[in-house]
């Protein structure tokens, strides 16, 4: 199992937009070669020696190929990095471990792991026997320009690891959303990931699977923007219902309170605890993180209120828990621009109109600025509404995050309602000239 949560190296090849799958199959492949290397290093040393030292010609110049090609040729700085990354992630992971391991004495363990890499690198097992030439070979034919190559690493990558005794390689694809240039952006996670899930052939190599977590705002694009066949692929969309929310807050809050109560334990009497629930789980987006932390949120607050709080939690204790979580978190899940944009906007329904006369900008202007907080999850549409100008019904756009919404409707931040800032209104917007057919333009749009 490889994790590949750091695209790092993808980055200036995305942002000039020419990522291609070669670019992240060779982030994957140096995510499973590290893996190898961390897995030896984890092992007694006499074990590991059986390890290497088991290797025949072929396997050992499939090594020495795949980490000259795909581990030594990133930089000594970032593969220290991410070796000690690695090595703490999984230490929680495997229960047998050396002793060096044990003591999580990582600088030691990078040691080791470097004395791995050179027994790899050896030219030869013995006198007479020379792995450089074919592994040269192998490595030329990895790092080509074929329209196979991708598919070729991934198969010896499945054929290395079967070496050291594994049936295969599972790569977990995740955080692809929480990049520099892809933060906050499902449009942009999607084309990320595009190169790999539009190539097929990727995602059939026998003994290499892909698990890949992505926002559920991606599938939209995929079905317009980005064309990927996703009737092709094996996907399925992970929700937690209301039901299963409940039942996981209540085991959380009978397990640390030792059986005494559950969550309804928690509560003043005058409150009724299905109507608390359901207004929990919809501010936490129906995240089971996001509502065990906004009720950590809840009850601190409510200890924070002292003496002149009742024993239990009250109304009160659950609107300064709700404030004080939208307010915190919602800076963590929207880019601050479109954040603040939407914010000023003052309205948690709208049409594009509205957009022109707060901000200044013309009806292109308008539709430009809602197609980017769609793309970031913060609006959607909602039906039509009649026009102010007598023509056609006109799109109604809601704010879609409940957080958003509770921060607009009790105005918990000074930006609510403010309007254009300075210099952000449109130079040619004039609300007096704006005709019938530029409305109707807004519509058939």
């Known amino acids: 199992m490889v994790n590949l949560t750091d695209f790092t190296a993808l980055q200036p090849a995305f942002k000039a937009n020419k990522l291609t799958d070669r670019e992240i199959v060779a982030a994957v492949a140096f995510c499973v070669l590290e893996q190898i290397l961390v897995w030896l290093a984890s092992l007694e040393e006499d074990d590991r020696e059986v390890y290497i030292e088991g290797l025949d010609k072929s396997e050992r110049a499939l090594a020495f190929a795949l980490l000259k090609g795909f ?55 013995d006198d007479a026997i020379d792995i450089a030439g074919p592994a040269e070979a192998l490595l030329k034919s990895l790092t080509g320009d074929s329209a196979n190559t991708s598919r070729a690493i991934l198969i010896k990558l499945v054929d290395l690891v079967k070496a050291f005794g594994f049936s295969g390689v599972c790569a977990l694809v995740d955080k692809v959303d929480e990049t520099p240039a892809t933060s906050n952006s499902a449009e942009a996670t999607a084309r990320l990931i595009h190169p790999l899930l539009t190539h097929i052939q990727l995602l059939e190599v026998n003994g290499f699977s892909w698990i890949l977590f992505l926002w559920n705002n991606v599938q939209d694009h995929f079905n317009s923007k980005v064309s990927v066949r996703l009737d092709k692929i094996a996907h399925a969309n992970i929700t937690w219902n209301s039901e299963s929310l409940r039942e996981m807050l209540e085991s959380r809050v009978r397990f640390f309170s030792n059986n005494q109560h559950g969550f309804s334990g928690l509560l003043d009497d005058t409150l009724c605890v299905g109507a608390v629930l359901d207004v929990l789980i919809e501010l936490s987006v129906n995240s089971p993180r996001e509502l ?19 024993p239990m939690i009250d109304q009160v204790s659950l609107d300064l828990g709700q404030d004080k979580y939208a307010k915190e978190t919602i800076g963590t899940w929207f880019k601050e621009k479109p954040l603040q944009q939407i914010l000023r906007l003052g309205k948690t329904s709208f049409v594009n109109r509205d957009v022109q006369t707060i901000f200044r900008i013309t009806d292109q202007g308008a539709r430009v600025r809602i197609n980017g907080w769609e793309d970031a999850g913060l609006v959607r549409q909602s039906g039509t509404a009649p026009s102010e100008l007598g023509g056609k019904p006109v799109y109604r756009y809601v704010v879609a995050d409940p957080r958003v919404e509770r921060i607009i409707v009790r105005g918990l931040d000074s930006a609510v309602g403010a309007g254009a800032e300075d210099g952000e209104d449109g130079t040619d917007y004039d609300p007096n000239t704006e005709d019938q057919a530029n409305e109707d333009v807004v519509q058939t749009t």
Do not use: C
């Open 71 to 125: 581990y030594l040729s990133v930089s000594e700085m970032d593969r220290s990095v991410s070796t000690t990354d690695a090595l703490k992630l999984l230490n929680s992971a495997w229960y047998t471990k050396s002793g060096i391991w044990a003591g999580k004495r990582w600088d030691a363990l990078s040691g080791i792991i470097a004395a791995a890499v050179n027994a790899f690198s050896k030219k030869q097992i």
């Open 292 to 310: 065990i932390k906004l009720l950590d949120i809840i009850v601190r607050e409510h200890d924070a209120r002292g003496a002149s709080a009742p």
